[in-house]
C-alpha cells in the first residue's frame, strides 16, 4: 500500500505501470486521476495544503477501511501538494482486486472520502482573486452513501 | 509553550501558520488567542473546525504540555 504527498508534477501512466507490474492474482485495476480544472479561465492556479504526516496517517486509515471491505490486494493513493496549474494532475488512486467490482467500488469509495474528509485545504487562485474552498453538499452525499 | 499550527482559511484569518504560545489546555489556549484576535477565536470554534493535538484529533478540552502541537483543522477539501 503507498500513500504519498507529492511536490512535483506527476504521470499517471507511469504509476499505473508500476502499480500493474508483477501482478498474476489480481484481476482488476481501476484508477481514477483527478485533474485541475482551468474553470474557463477563472482558476488559474489551484493551492494545495495538507498537515505532513498527519495527512498520510488519516487517509491510511481510510485505505485500511478500503482493504477490508472491499477485499483490495493493494492501493496507491498519490496526492498533491503546492501549486498546481490547469491540467495537472491532483490525485491519482488505483486498487487491485481479484475482480473489477470491487476495484472500481474501492476507488469510487476512496475519491467520496478524499473530497471532503482528507486533511488537505484547497485555495483557488485566479484573475477575481483568491478563494477557500469547501467540500459542497454534494461532496457530502457522495461519502454518505458509504455509512 | 505549545506549538500552534492554522490551516487552510484560519492560517490567512490569523496572518501567521505557527506559533508558540504558552496554554495550558486547549480551552485556555482558544480563550487567550481570541483575547488577542477576536476574529480569529470566534473562527476557531467556527462551524467544521477539528482540533488535533500531537497529530490526533480530539474533541472537546484537552491538557497541553509545553512540547504538545496543536493544530486548528478548518473544513477539509481534497481531490
Known amino acids: 500500500m503507498t500513500i504519498r504527498l507529492a511536490e512535483a508534477p506527476f504521470d499517471p501512466g507511469a504509476l499505473l505501470s508500476d502499480f500493474t507490474r508483477g501482478r498474476t492474482e489480481t484481476g482488476a485495476v481501476a484508477t481514477f486521476t483527478g485533474i485541475a480544472r482551468a474553470e474557463r479561465g477563472e482558476t488559474a492556479v489551484l493551492e494545495l495544503e495538507a498537515y505532513p504526516g498527519f495527512t498520510e496517517a488519516e487517509i491510511g486509515k481510510i485505505a485500511d477501511q478500503a482493504r477490508e471491505r472491499f477485499g483490495l490486494h493493494d492501493l496507491m493513493i498519490l496526492h498533491r501538494v503546492g501549486r498546481i496549474g490547469p491540467g495537472e494532475p491532483i490525485v491519482f488512486v488505483a486498487t487491485a482486486a481479484g475482480h473489477r467490482r470491487a476495484a472500481f467500488e474501492a476507488c469510487d469509495f476512496l475519491m467520496d472520502y478524499l473530497k471532503s474528509r482528507a486533511p488537505f485545504w484547497k485555495k483557488e487562485h485566479g484573475p477575481a482573486g483568491e478563494r477557500w474552498i469547501e467540500p459542497t453538499a454534494q461532496d457530502h452525499a457522495d461519502r454518505d452513501r458509504w455509512s | ?79
Open chain 2, 1 to 79: 509553550m505549545a506549538r500552534v499550527l492554522l490551516f487552510g482559511p484560519l492560517r490567512d484569518l490569523a496572518g501567521w501558520r505557527a506559533r508558540d504560545v504558552e496554554a495550558g489546555s486547549i480551552s485556555a489556549l482558544r480563550a487567550l488567542l481570541a483575547g488577542e484576535d477576536a476574529a480569529l477565536g470566534e473562527a476557531l470554534v467556527g462551524p467544521g473546525v477539528q482540533v488535533a493535538v500531537d497529530q490526533a484529533l480530539v474533541r472537546g478540552d484537552a491538557a497541553l504540555s509545553t512540547r504538545s502541537e496543536v493544530a486548528f483543522l478548518p473544513p477539509m477539501s481534497g481531490g
